[in-house]
């Protein structure tokens, strides 16, 4: 902060003409000088003196007016001074109470790289979103895609007509079912063993004859399509279409205990030969079963259409659809609890010390799904 103007002694005196003497003489009161030589006189008038006292006199009065308002000034200047140092230590109070002021930004080279990784993304991202919209301009990727898809995706030929023609006829026959039972174990496999047409493919160990459960059999209470042919996602294959039809069992046909010891499967196993007899009839359809995922205690129904041969020695040809029965059950025939890994479901007769049986857990619980 500039000072404020303050009234200056002139402390030199610069000689010119039109100086008074007596002005003059007044510096050499206070010390002596040698008088000037030339036209002065030698000596000096009364009143010379007198008038030379009045001036010495006035001009020390304005030199104490001077002096005093230099203290003046200077104790101006000391406030002023306390006010600067009063108002620095109020700003450094208010730095310390301002937030800490945020990290120094990346460097310009920094910041050039991340916008060109964020532009390449938004590039990204609008092309992707321009070909969904189909509002994308004709380029290689395009063309690509296209091919691709042309090659890969699903589409709706004879094979699928014949094989969804057969769904349908398959779950009319199926909710016309009539019921059977309550049969014994060797009731119901003597009842197939007559017909001839059916083996049912029980899991070994196979089913004691002696065994108290009963078998019996209800229409389904539910048919579906289930798997990538359902969801539209099969990949296209010069092979034929595999289609899988879960079937759900009823819940009255089972009992509380019937997740020990294979009953379940046994159970299992009997339902789905009673729905393998009734479309035997069908002469267009060839019927097998095999394990589903190579598990033997939970066969599946393979239904495929029948080829005919010219000669026994002519290799059958490979069939344009396949459709796979698989049964289930709902999921609240049977405890979850009974059913953790850690519990043990096979308990033979005294033997107290038998160990959990996961791999039979889990394939029943996959039923239950």
Not at 283 to 299: N, V
Request: proline content about 7%; some cysteine; glycine content about 6%.
């Amino acid at each position: 902060m500039a000072a404020k103007g303050t009234k200056r002694r002139k402390l030199e005196h610069t000689p010119s003409e039109d100086d008074d003497a007596a002005s003059f003489a007044s510096f050499g009161a206070s010390e002596e000088v040698a008088e000037p030589a030339g036209d002065a006189g030698p000596d000096k008038t009364l009143e010379d003196v007198d008038d030379g006292d009045e001036i010495l006199g006035e001009e020390e009065g304005e030199g104490l007016g001077d002096r005093e308002s230099d203290e003046q000034d200077l104790e101006s200047l000391g406030s002023e001074f306390e006010e600067e140092v009063g108002d620095a230590e109020t700003d450094e109070r208010d730095a310390e109470s301002l937030p800490k002021a945020k990290p120094a930004e990346p460097g310009a080279e920094q910041q050039k790289q991340d916008r060109a990784g964020g532009t390449k993304v938004r590039r990204t991202a609008l092309g992707a979103g321009a070909y969904l919209a189909g509002t994308s301009k004709s380029n290689m990727f395009k063309l690509q895609v296209e091919e691709l898809l042309e090659q890969i995706r699903p589409r709706r030929g004879k094979r699928e007509e014949a094989a969804e023609k057969a769904l349908h006829l398959l779950k009319k026959t199926f909710d016309r079912l009539p019921e059977r039972g309550p049969l014994s174990v060797s009731d119901a496999t003597e009842h197939f063993l007559k017909s001839g047409k059916v083996i049912v493919p029980f899991p070994e160990p196979t089913p004691p004859k002696d065994a108290k459960y009963k078998f019996a059999f209800a229409s389904p209470s539910s048919v579906n399509v289930i798997g990538s042919y359902a969801l539209k996602t099969s990949p296209r294959s010069k092979e034929a279409v595999e289609i899988d039809m879960m079937v759900t069992m009823p819940a009255e046909l089972f009992e509380e205990k019937d997740y020990l010891n294979y009953r379940y499967f046994y159970k299992r196993a009997y339902y789905l030969a009673c729905l393998a007899e009734s479309i035997l009839d069908e002469s267009t359809y060839d019927i097998r079963f095999a394990d589903l995922h190579d598990d033997q205690m939970k066969p599946v129904m393979v239904i495929s259409p029948r080829t005919p041969l010219d000669t026994e020695d002519e290799i059958k040809p490979t069939p344009k659809w396949r459709i796979n029965i698989i049964p289930s059950v709902c999921a609240e025939v049977f405890s979850k609890d009974k059913l953790s890994p850690d519990k043990n479901c096979i308990r033979a007769a005294g033997d107290t010390k038998a160990g959990p049986t996961p791999f039979y857990n889990s394939s029943l619980r996959a039923d239950m799904l």
